[in-house]
Structures are given as C-alpha cells and as structure tokens.
C-alpha cells in the first residue's frame, strides 16, 4: 500500500506551535483567515511579517517533534503488510527548506520516504497529480480542498483540525492513535 502523509497540521503541530508563540509574542492569537486573504496591496503588520519569516525559518521547521502516537503509527503502517507499504510525504513548505524538513523527518525517527514540495496555492491539484503518479490508496490530510480533491481518486483520512471541521470528504479522525488503528 501507498500512503500519502502531509506534513503540518496532521504529522506535525506546526500550526498550534505557531499559535502558542504568536501568543506569547503579540499578546493575541493568530487570524489565520485574515492572513491568507492579504494581497501585495495591502499594508502588512508586524505580525505578518513575523509569521511569513517563521513559515520560511528552517530551525522552526528543522525543531518541531510529531504529534503523539504519529511516528509508531507510521512505522507500524511502513513494517506491516510485509513491509511492503510505502510512506510518501508531501507538504506546502517553501521548497527553500527541504533540508529542515528532512532533518526534522530523520530526527522524529519517521520511516524514509519521498517528500514532495507543493506551492500552497494549488496544493489540491499538486497533490492529486502526485497521488495519480505514485498511485497513493491512502492520503493523511488535514486541508478541505484537497481531501475533496483526493477523494474522488484515494482513500483520504481527514486529520481534524478547527479549520477543517465543515469538510464532509474522508474519514474523520482525531489522533494518529485513531489512524493505527483505521488501517
């Protein structure tokens, strides 16, 4: 079996470990929705230009630890079936920091596999012509539009995170714990 794992905000806390800082920083929360709809005509804050520089920050990306239960989840998946399954990871990151990303693969002892950048503002289409050519059964996501997208090709198991809580595309699930024990 091929499985498809995306990386923050379903393998990695990446967005709560943002929010916890941000936090501590600005005395407020991240408007994440506020965020992705600024253009280049609009004024940035202070706030935005901190987070555009963490979300590009090798050591952020290089020190974040997975979630609970993911790394025995996936090397219980990669082991299984006579190990014969295969792990393939994907992610919107900046391509500028695969060498974090890997490092931080390698670090959280996470079974080897490819890991494939995808630009963030087409991520859905990337992600489906990657499942199409690594012929993925399995995506672990957390992103609506590309649950919706991988859905019609692959199992997708839909990671939940706040932001994602009106998707109806996938399997819902709430832990990596809930993942094991799925599949």
């Known amino acids: 079996m ?3 794992v995306d990386l923050d905000g379903t393998l990695f806390p990446t967005y709560e470990v943002l929010g916890r800082i941000f936090l501590e920083i600005f005395g407020e929360e991240i ?3 506020s965020f992705k709809l600024k253009n280049g005509n609009c004024l940035e ?3 935005d230009r901190w ?3 963490r979300l590009k920050d090798e050591k952020f990306f290089g020190s974040l630890t997975v979630m609970s239960y993911a790394r025995g989840a996936l090397n219980y998946l990669a082991n299984s079936g006579n190990g014969m399954n295969q792990i393939i990871y994907w992610t919107a990151r900046p391509s500028s920091i695969e060498k974090a990303t890997i490092y931080s693969l390698e670090a959280n002892k996470l079974p080897f596999g490819k890991v494939y950048h995808v630009n ?3 991520a859905d289409l990337r992600k489906l012509n990657i499942a199409r050519a690594e012929k993925i059964e399995v995506a672990i996501e957390d992103e609506s539009e590309v649950a919706e997208r991988l859905s019609k090709f692959c199992k997708v ?5 706040p932001y994602n809580s009106h998707c109806l595309y996938g399997t819902r699930i709430y832990s990596w714990k809930d993942i094991r024990e799925l599949l």
Do not use: V
Not at 157 to 161: A, E, G, K, S, V
């Open 45 to 47: 804050t202070e706030q």
């Open 51 to 53: 987070l555009k520089r």
């Open 31 to 33: 408007d994440w929705r």
């Open 157 to 161: 198991i839909l990671f939940h995170n």
């Open 2 to 4: 091929k499985i498809a």
């Open 120 to 122: 963030r503002k087409d």
